[in-house]
């Protein structure tokens, strides 16, 4: 049986081991890949991104989330994931990401916000599985790199059309990989997955599965990962202020970092979100970054509400460097982190 430390092939990509940054919707940009690779992970996928805004060459997206830093690639492949439901403009934008220097493209059929449904792209692409399959041929047409596609189970619980797309998505588009969330999309993030389910595709796809959703500690991660027998697992909301994740669940480390060590990983966040943004908005994107590293920093609860409540008014990043920089250093962060 597979290690998670093993390497495996993705088309004909080496990822050199099996625990990938699953995409981020709003967050999953590049330097937040490289905070991953950094930390182990051995394949990095994109925050979504309109297959629309590439093809029509909207300048912000095209500056911004087709970014792809050299650094990125040390750690290896690096995807950027897509959504869109017209297999034309598909085939211009996965073109335009392969000229960007991508790796492989991972397309959108699991996003259940109603914004991206009611486009057709997402989600709703399980009811349109011809459609579906159209858009990810395209896919691997306009881009000639290796595709994956990200599905949920169904659309309402106890519906499995995911399974059935994922089958249809490898036999006639020629899809490299299935990112699999084994939820329905009615219950976004809540419940517990349906591993069982996964495991059975993985029984029956002639494609590597990769295993999500519900992956937030590493005894929990490992033990889905052997009792599907899954490929690969991706690593989403668990990994949020929390890149030691996957050192954890590789076996890397033991343990929860120290304060001093969340300190140090949000100002490395932060200069990069300076470099990425520059000052001023990066100053008011990083205020969905902040919760997560403070819960993090073994604080006493009201500290820890003191800290949140002040970062989140700072006037400038200048004064939220200062409260940083003003975190005692203490032991390892507590099981039940503040809130």
């Known amino acids: 049986m597979a290690d998670l430390t093993d390497p495996w092939m993705l088309g ?22 490289l905070q991953a690779k950094r930390h182990g992970a051995g394949m990095a996928v994109s925050e979504m991104v309109s297959s629309h805004a590439v093809h029509y060459g909207n300048e912000r997206t095209c500056r ?7 650094a990125e690639r040390d750690g290896g492949p690096v995807s950027i994931q897509l959504f869109g439901q017209d297999p034309d ?10 000229a960007r220097g991508a790796d492989a493209i991972d397309l959108n059929m699991g996003c259940p916000v109603p914004k991206v449904c009611r486009t057709g ?13 159209a858009v990810a041929r395209a896919a691997g047409e306009g881009s000639g790199l ?20 994922a089958r249809r998505l490898v036999d006639e588009a020629g899809v490299a990989a299935i990112a ?27 494609a590597p599965v990769i295993l999500t959703g519900g992956l937030s500690d590493p005894d929990g991660v490992r033990a889905a990962f052997r009792s599907t027998g899954a ?43 300076v470099e990425h943004l520059g000052e001023e908005r990066a100053g008011r994107y990083l205020r969905k970054f902040y919760p997560w590293y403070v819960a993090r920093m073994a604080l ?27 975190v005692p250093a203490g032991d390892r962060v507590p099981t039940a982190l503040c809130a």
Request: with cysteine; charged share 25%; net charge negative.
């Open 180 to 206: 699999f969330h084994p939820r329905s999309a009615a219950v976004h993030h809540k419940g517990v997955p349906d591993y069982e389910l996964a495991a059975r595709l993985v029984a029956t796809l002639d």
């Open 89 to 98: 403009v598909m085939r211009s934008a996965a073109a335009t990401v392969a």
């Open 64 to 70: 911004e989330l087709l970014r792809i830093d050299a």
């Open 231 to 273: 490929a690969a697992v991706m690593l989403a909301r668990g990994s949020l202020g929390n890149p030691w994740l996957f050192e954890q669940v590789l076996g890397e480390r033991d343990g929860e970092p120290s304060a001093a060590e969340v300190v140090a990983e949000l100002q490395w966040v932060v200069d990069r979100a």
């Open 300 to 326: 006493d609860r009201e500290t820890c509400r003191g800290l949140q409540e002040s970062l989140q008014s700072a006037d400038t990043l200048e004064q939220a460097r200062g409260l940083i920089r003003g």
């Open 146 to 165: 290796p595709v994956t596609v990200k599905l949920r189970s169904g659309q309402r619980p106890g519906e499995t059309t995911g399974i059935d797309l």
């Open 121 to 133: 792209a997402g989600v709703a692409l399980l009811a349109d599985p011809d459609r579906a399959v």
């Open 12 to 33: 004909p990509l080496r990822v050199p081991n099996r625990v990938v940054l699953a995409p981020l919707a709003g967050i999953g940009n590049w330097f937040v890949r």
